[in-house]
């Protein structure tokens, strides 16, 4: 089962932005965009298991 905290805490350092300039990278973005994927699917799948 997927755990956003225990997800979370894998990239916290790369979410974590004090110089914004330098922006983030193709695959620290690559990587949120798959973590907000699943946790999308997991909140469908539970909300169609309460139905």
Same mark, same amino acid.
């Given at each position: 089962?997927?755990?956003?905290? $225990? &997800? /979370?805490?894998?990239? #916290?350092? +790369? /979410? /974590?932005?004090? $110089?914004?300039?330098?922006?983030? +990278?193709?695959?620290?973005?690559? $990587?949120? /965009?798959?973590?907000?994927?699943?946790?999308?699917? &997991?909140?469908?799948?539970?909300?169609? #298991?309460?139905?």
């Amino acid at each position: 089962m997927f755990k956003f905290e $225990d &997800e /979370l805490e894998k990239f #916290e350092k +790369s /979410l /974590l932005a004090e $110089d914004l300039e330098g922006g983030f +990278s193709g695959n620290e973005v690559k $990587d949120i /965009l798959e973590i907000a994927k699943a946790l999308a699917r &997991e909140q469908r799948r539970a909300g169609k #298991e309460k139905a």
